[in-house]
């Protein structure tokens, strides 16, 4: 089994920033994908950003791209989220997700989820 642990969730300022930090342990032979997805009240689940182990290559979705980007420090086994410029409709609890396969937009791909972290945005 894979584990993923989130963290650094909070409440934030509109305009402000965060970083969400995610470490993985256990059995993560063959854990070739990562991604962040965020889910607020209401909504389905939300891609955001996603991180290839193969090629180190990243992808964001629109909603994000240019604000929040996706890295990994390999000695820590910990992936990260830098979340900037920051808005309300950012409020949501964010997951980290990883996947023994290539990368992906859809959850359903993910085989491994973490408990997730909350992020409140106020105006």
């Known amino acids: 089994q894979v584990q993923l642990v989130e963290s650094g969730g909070g409440l934030v300022q509109a305009g402000g920033s965060l970083r969400l930090s995610c470490v993985v342990s256990?059995?993560?032979?063959?854990?070739?994908?990562m991604g962040w997805f965020r889910q607020a009240p209401g909504k389905e689940r939300e891609f955001l950003a996603s991180?290839?182990?193969?090629?180190?290559?990243?992808y964001y979705a629109d909603s994000v791209k240019g604000r929040f980007s996706i890295s990994r420090d390999s000695a820590v086994n910990t992936v990260y989220l830098q979340m900037d410029h920051l808005k309300p409709d950012d409020t949501a609890v964010y997951y980290c997700?990883?996947?023994?396969?290539?990368?992906?937009?859809?959850?359903?791909?993910?085989?491994?989820w973490g408990q997730g972290t909350r992020v409140t945005v106020s105006s």
């Open positions: 256990g059995r993560t032979f063959g854990i070739y994908s």
């Open positions: 991180f290839s182990w193969i090629d180190y290559s990243t």
């Open positions: 997700a990883a996947r023994r396969g290539p990368v992906d937009t859809d959850a359903g791909m993910y085989d491994f």
